[in-house]
């Protein structure tokens, strides 16, 4: 199962908005709506951030959202923040009880 | 309050064997499936397994299906990653997490701090 396509690096200004694409194929993200989103800052564990493709857990600021179109998933983060600088990872499920992460974006803010 | 604590850090050889470690708690620790991921030094997050201390069972990503070993004790609510023969290539964080959703399109919610292998000679 190869890792679902994300860009390796995206920038904003704060304020600004930026969205991250997660490419896959119709056998993961194009095939289910089970799709999450995890921030990592550095030397830290990641952080769930969206999940089923749309859904904020609670205490993620609704800066954040996602969405899916065919085989993509995007995630935006509107109104950038200083802290919001971090690698940002996706996820799909991929049947057969498999699951695939994508490789990575670092985001900075300029 | 779910937390997941990992072992500490560890230093090992070529061919040595290693089980590490994740300890559950504020949760009914049998009714989640606890997953493995690894980041190597620099690198991406990959998934390698997850498994039901519930039921027992177990599902490897093809990618490290036979590398490594995973179980858990329901009595101590912990979840262990296990290899029999480490390679320098599997110097790396392994992070635990809770599945939420179960096998079928969960996500994880909650994750361990994270415990660094190296292995070097």
């Known amino acids: 199962q190869s890792a679902l396509t994300q860009p390796r690096s995206v920038s904003g200004s704060p304020g600004q908005s930026v969205t991250i694409s997660c490419t896959g194929i119709s056998g993961d993200v194009g095939n289910f709506n089970f799709v999450s989103w995890y921030q990592q800052h550095p030397g830290r564990a990641p952080k769930l951030i969206i999940y089923d493709v749309s859904r904020r857990p609670s205490g993620v600021p609704d800066r954040f959202s996602g969405s899916k179109s065919g085989n993509t998933a995007s995630l935006t983060i509107s109104g950038l923040h200083g802290e919001d600088e971090a690698d940002y990872y996706c996820c799909s499920y991929a049947g057969r009880y498999i699951m695939v992460l994508g490789g990575g974006t670092k985001l900075t803010v300029l | 309050e779910v937390q997941l604590v990992q072992s500490g850090a560890e230093v090992k050889k070529p061919g040595e064997s290693l089980k590490i470690s994740c300890k559950g708690s504020?949760?009914?620790?049998?009714?989640?499936?606890i997953g493995w991921v690894r980041q190597m030094p620099g690198k991406g997050l990959e998934w390698m397994a997850f498994?039901?201390?519930?039921?027992?069972?177990?599902r490897y990503s093809p990618s490290f299906q036979g590398q490594v070993t995973i179980s858990a004790d329901k009595s101590a609510r912990t979840a262990y990653l296990q290899w029999i023969s480490l390679k320098a290539s599997d110097t790396a964080i392994y992070y635990c997490a809770r599945l939420v959703g179960g096998q079928i399109g969960g996500f994880f919610d909650s994750w361990g701090q994270g415990t660094l292998v190296t292995v070097s000679s």
């Open positions: 504020g949760y009914s620790f049998t009714s989640y499936w």
């Open positions: 498994f039901s201390p519930g039921n027992s069972d177990a």
